[in-house]
């Protein structure tokens, strides 16, 4: 099992968007996917809600050995199971860093049993759950507008990928930027990803995703946007989907 973190502590940047669309796609591609919303607004829990395995995510930061197990033994995990968000989320900001990262990564590798691929929603902020994420990741990706602001968050998201490195998980690979809701309207948004290109170079995916109300459309309707019965989304399928197959090559994994 290869474990992929949708992280930026920016709000809004498109975790969630690729986080489900790379579900849907494993999961039509005949892989097992195993998604955990660790972000409490649940926004992943809410699109992926029709494949809820029962398991909370909080739970995932308990101590016990046999969780994982008592859930997946003896079930057909084919397709999408998903992790969903509860409100206890919130009491592992409170629980010591180095233990919910320990408690996390254990309950990670006992998974491994059941899926071929771990996917993991983080909140937008620096925070317990986003690292004990990284740290129990072997790939992490970010998304990102072409705005300032969002560049600012980007820049210093590279540091933190930097800094769980140096303090424990020397393997964690970062796939790269997903420049994502781009604008080709906006001459503004495009010199910021030219800018963004210049800087980061091969750190910025190469490709992006554009602002499509077929992307949007098709979270809130619990369904990938090739799904969607829509000239204009055709289009976003296709656009979508470079991403995938680029981020499951990087994952080694197709
Ligand atoms: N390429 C896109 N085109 C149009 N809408 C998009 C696109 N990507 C994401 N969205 C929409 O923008 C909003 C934010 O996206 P999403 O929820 O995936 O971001 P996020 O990084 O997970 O946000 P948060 O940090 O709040 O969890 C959502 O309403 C989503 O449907
Ligand atoms: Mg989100």
């Not at 790379?22 to 892989?31: C, K, S, V």
């Not at 997946?72 to 199971?81: E, T």
């Not at 990102?144 to 800094?163: L, P, R």
């Amino acid at each position: 099992m290869k474990t992929l973190a949708n992280a930026i502590q920016k709000g809004g940047q498109g975790k969630t968007f690729a986080t489900c669309h790379l579900a849907f796609d494993g999961a039509a591609r005949g892989l097992r996917v195993v998604v955990i919303d660790l972000d409490s607004q649940g926004n992943a829990s809410y699109t992926l809600e029709p494949y809820d395995s029962g398991l909370n995510a909080s739970q995932l930061f308990s101590d016990d050995e046999n969780l994982v197990s008592s859930i997946f033994d003896g079930r057909d995990n084919s397709g999408i199971s998903l992790i969903r968000k509860d409100f206890a989320l919130a009491n592992i900001e409170k629980m010591n860093g180095d233990v919910a990262a320990a408690a996390l990564r254990m309950h990670i590798s006992n998974l491994r049993k059941y899926f071929d691929i771990c996917l993991i929603d983080t909140p937008p902020s620096i925070s317990n759950l986003m690292a004990s994420a990284l740290f129990a990741s072997d790939y992490v990706m970010s998304p990102v507008e072409a705005e300032t602001y969002s560049i600012q968050g980007m820049q210093a998201m590279v540091a933190v990928i930097q800094n769980i490195r140096l303090r424990g998980n020397p393997n964690l690979k970062f796939i790269g930027m997903l420049p994502n809701r781009v604008n080709y309207r906006d001459e503004r948004q495009l010199q910021n990803l030219a800018g963004m290109r210049a800087a980061f170079q091969d750190l910025v995916m190469p490709f992006d995703c554009r602002q499509r109300g077929s992307f949007a459309e098709a979270q809130g309707d619990q369904k990938p946007v090739w799904q969607i019965k829509k000239t204009a989304a055709r289009v976003a399928a296709k656009e979508v989907r470079v991403m995938t197959q680029y981020v499951f090559e990087k994952m080694e994994i197709v």
